[in-house]
Each structure stands twice: as C-alpha cells, then as structure tokens.
C-alpha cells in the first residue's frame, strides 16, 4: 500500500494459488515499470519474488454447461474439460511517422493483429487503426513499437470484443516437477516454436547443480521440447597420482551412485531474477 501510495500507475489485488501460495496480481505500465516495481520491493521492502507469466482473462465454455473465467493459465482446466475458449481483443490507435508503417505491419502480423485503416493526420503523422488479442498486447508489444520506430510512435487501446482462440497450455517441468509461474497460453499453431524457445531460453538461466535438470515443455501431456543442463564436474580423484587405475574407477562409479541418488531427492531451486528475465521476448 505505500508502494501504491508513492506510484499511481501500479494497480493491483490479492490472489492465491495452490501453487505458488499468497500472492498479489498485479498491473504494470510495461517490463520497464515491472521492473522498477521489483527492484524497489527487493531494495525497500526485503521482499523475495516470483513472477508469473502475464496473463489476460478467458472465459472458457465447459462440457457441464457452465462458463467461467480464468485469469492464470496454470488454472486452465484440461481440454477435454472445455468446448469453447474465448479471449479479449483489444482495439489499438498507433501515431506514427509514415516512414514506419512498413515495420508496424511487420509487427502486428507477429502479434496475430491486422491493420484495418491508415489515417493521415498531419504532414508526417499517421493515425492507424489496428486490431490484435489482448494477451499479445499487453507483454510488450509498447516496447517493441516504440524500439521500430525510434521512439516516435505513441499507442493507446481499449477492449474492443470478445473472440474464439485456438490456445493451448504450456507447461514447463524443471527436474520433473511442473513449474506453474511458468504456465502461458499460447496459439496452437505457434506452441511448438514458443516450447523449444522457452527450454532454450530457461537452459542458459538456471544455474549448473551436481546433476543433470531435464528441463522439458508440455502441452495436453505430451513433451514437445526438451533441453538438458549438464551436472558439475567435480574431480573426485584430483588427489591421486600415479598408482593403480582401478581405484579411479572406484571413486568415479561411488560418484555417479551419489549423482543418482541426488537427482532423485533433489529439488531444483530456481532464482527469484530467471523468473523476471523468463518475461523479456
């Protein structure tokens, strides 16, 4: 609340999972502000954090008739459970330089968008009018704009409708054990691209442990993407020299027994910051 108090643009509410426990969802201006946000909790307040993937809500049509929302994707039931999933579009105007509109259309056809009209309002300003859901708006489509336009171009959006998608859960699983702030929703055609990016991505974040981590992505129970961090190398026989090589041998199997053992009760513990970092496209 003093946060809030301090910083008008930060809008927020309690939420709790079964997962990750108590929580907050909250509301950012884009990743730069999130960012400043989590700093400051860390600096100020002592506060260690996870973030969860951003996320819009659903309203997904069930086999028993009813209809619900859900504002997390780890919450999404399975597919066999829902008939219908509809997400929110959101209608934007963009105010940029014409030199630009080649770039911009590149960009809202990777965000699944589509320009409908183009505006000229000024000599070297154009007014244009675009659609695109809402989940591919709200991460960091602001960011990408402003980085193809050399700053120049300003947007502003409003909820427009709601619309049938063809999105599916994606899971991550680290060392076997699904992770939930990593869950998203992602178009169907796109998941197996976005999975591989994802484990590729998570590889080079998560620290090396005394075993090997499996880091895998799913999709309805079945694993599209998988990438291995390999174990620390430790030389068990560094104080060895000379002598007969069977006792090398020895130590090197005792050392794959413990290995073994340790990946199999082990927990991966995984850095409040690879959460943060997981966010950045």
Request: with cysteine; net charge positive.
């Amino acid at each position: 609340m003093k946060l809030k108090l301090e910083d008008a643009a930060l809008v927020f509410e309690p939420e709790e999972s079964s997962a990750l426990g108590r929580g907050v969802r909250a509301g950012f201006l884009g990743m730069l502000h999130m960012e400043i946000i989590s700093e400051r909790l860390k600096r100020e307040f002592g506060l260690e954090l996870i973030f969860s993937n951003p996320s819009v809500a659903f309203r997904v049509a069930l086999r028993s008739g009813e209809e619900t929302v859900i504002y997390s994707a780890a919450r999404m039931p399975q597919s066999h459970e829902y008939t219908v999933i509809k997400e929110p579009w959101a209608a934007l105007e963009i105010i940029t330089p014409p030199q630009f509109i080649g770039a911009l259309t590149t960009l809202m056809s990777e965000r699944e968008g589509r320009i409908s009209e183009a505006i000229t309002i000024g000599k070297d300003r154009l007014l244009v009018r675009c659609v695109a859901p809402l989940r591919e708006v709200i991460i960091d489509l602001y960011d990408r704009l402003k980085s193809i336009t050399q700053g120049f171009a300003s947007m502003s959006y409003e909820l427009s409708e709601w619309r049938e998608a063809d999105v599916v859960r994606l899971d991550i699983v680290v060392a076997g054990e699904r992770v939930n702030a990593f869950a998203e929703m992602v178009p169907r055609e796109k998941v197996n691209f976005v999975g591989r990016a994802r484990v590729e991505k998570l590889k080079g974040l998560i620290p090396s442990e005394l075993f090997s981590i499996a880091l895998q992505a799913e999709v309805e129970g079945r694993i599209i993407a998988r990438e291995t961090i390999g174990a620390m190398r430790k030389d068990v026989t560094g104080y060895l020299y000379g002598g007969d090589r069977s006792r090398k041998m020895k130590l090197w199997k005792k050392q794959q027994r413990g290995k073994k053992r340790l990946k199999e009760s082990a927990h991966v513990e995984i850095p409040t910051e690879v959460f943060l970092k997981m966010l950045k496209k």
